[in-house]
Every structure is written in structure tokens, then in C-alpha cells.
């Protein structure tokens, strides 16, 4: 059974911290790999992908990717109370078509 | 931008009620899937079509049917509602990156 893995949380930090959420896979042939933020009551909507090792940075939001570890980060910077939701990791293999989601973390940024 | 649009966003069902919902997309994705999501157990994939009248089971298939007549189009079938399918659905379609509609909830009494 291919799995993705993240801590569910909640990770609390304190507004203007950095936030680190982690998340393992164990399908060593995942290619994709996928942020999705969601607020509570709303769906899931895309914040990063990235494919290749190292960071990929966008705005306040770095992913980081370590295929050698099969392991995925999402950092963000300048926390703001806003970013409080629960963050869903997804991989996917070029050879399939689905994308398989973790359970998510959730985090709580304190004003 | 992509839009993905569920026909209903809050349903009452009773059980043994046949129950529809439906999802349209409107970027010619091949690729579209139906997800139940709940609490504690996350996203769980239902269904999912690669092309038109194509479809293959996901991981929690039993209950549920699917039917794509067109490719903008993708239904998912509850022919007899039971209470364990209180949920909520997620449609979504894909081209690289997945986008999902803003969600069915449903209720079955």
C-alpha cells in the first residue's frame, strides 16, 4: 500500500514565525509532488508543486524536496494568522494518474 | 482559470435513496476524480476517469458507481444511500496539477 505520511498536528506558531511541515512517502517511484492548503468547511487549493530535488520558493512559501529521504517540506515564512488550515501533502507517479493524499497537518497561527 | 463545478453543495438524503452528483469541468482535462473526504481519515478516492466512458475504481469503490458521458462531465452514482456515506465529496480534474471543486456535503438519515 503506497502511503504519504504527515504529522496531523496541530503545529501552533506564534505570528511572524516560521512554519515547517513535514511529509514521507513511501513509493519510491513518486515523480509529483504536491502543497494544498484547506480551510475548514472549504476545499483543498493548490499552493506548490515541485518535481525536482532541492527548494523551489515562491513568495513566502519554500518546498523542499529529498527524494533520497522520500521526503517533502513545506516552509512558511512570516506566518500570518490567515495561514491557518490544514495543509495536505500529495505525491503522484508519472505512471499513474492518481494523486494520494496524506492526512494532513494542521496549523494554528497565534496572533 | 480552471473551474470545477459540483452541482450540489449541501444534500439530505434518506437511506436507500439513490442519490446523484455531479461535476463539470471546463479546461478539456482528460483526467477526473471523486474523493470522500472525512474526518481523521483524510482524502480517500472513490473513482476516477481517464477519458470519456473510461473509468477505474479507487480505493473505497464499494457503493458507489461513476458514469462519464462527456468529457467535461463526471457523476458519481449512490444507487441505495447508507448512513456510512455521509461525507463529503470532492470533485476534481487534472492536468499535472489537480484542482478540486468547492465540494458536495452529504447527509444521509
Known amino acids: 500500500q503506497k502511503e504519504v505520511e504527515q504529522n496531523s498536528g496541530p503545529l501552533s506558531v506564534p505570528e511572524g514565525a516560521i512554519a515547517s511541515l513535514n511529509c514521507t512517502y513511501s513509493d519510491r517511484g513518486s515523480q509529483s509532488f504536491f502543497w494544498y492548503r484547506q480551510y475548514s468547511g472549504k476545499s483543498p487549493e493548490l499552493i506548490m508543486f515541485i518535481y525536482s530535488n532541492g527548494d523551489k520558493e515562491d513568495g513566502r512559501f519554500t518546498a523542499q524536496l529529498n527524494k533520497a529521504s522520500q521526503y517533502v517540506s513545506l516552509l512558511i515564512r512570516d506566518s500570518q494568522p490567515s495561514d491557518s488550515a490544514t495543509y495536505l501533502c500529495a505525491v503522484s507517479s508519472d505512471s499513474s494518474y492518481k494523486l494520494i493524499f496524506g492526512s494532513g497537518t494542521r496549523l494554528l497561527v497565534r496572533p | 482559470d480552471v473551474k470545477v463545478t459540483q452541482s450540489s453543495r449541501y444534500l439530505v438524503k434518506r437511506t436507500g435513496e439513490k442519490v446523484f452528483l455531479e461535476c463539470v469541468q471546463d479546461m478539456d482535462h482528460e483526467n477526473m476524480f471523486w474523493y470522500r473526504q472525512d474526518p481523521g481519515l483524510g482524502l480517500r478516492l472513490i473513482y476516477f476517469?481517464?477519458?470519456?466512458?473510461?473509468?477505474e475504481k479507487g480505493d473505497i469503490p464499494e457503493g458507489y458507481s461513476v458514469s462519464r458521458e462527456k468529457k467535461e462531465r463526471f457523476s458519481l452514482i449512490l444507487e441505495s444511500a447508507s448512513t456510512n456515506q455521509t461525507s463529503m465529496y470532492l470533485c476534481?480534474?487534472?492536468?499535472?496539477?489537480?484542482?478540486f471543486g468547492e465540494g458536495s456535503r452529504l447527509t444521509v438519515l
Open positions: 476517469s481517464y477519458d470519456v466512458k473510461m473509468k
Open positions: 476534481a480534474s487534472r492536468r499535472g496539477e489537480l484542482f
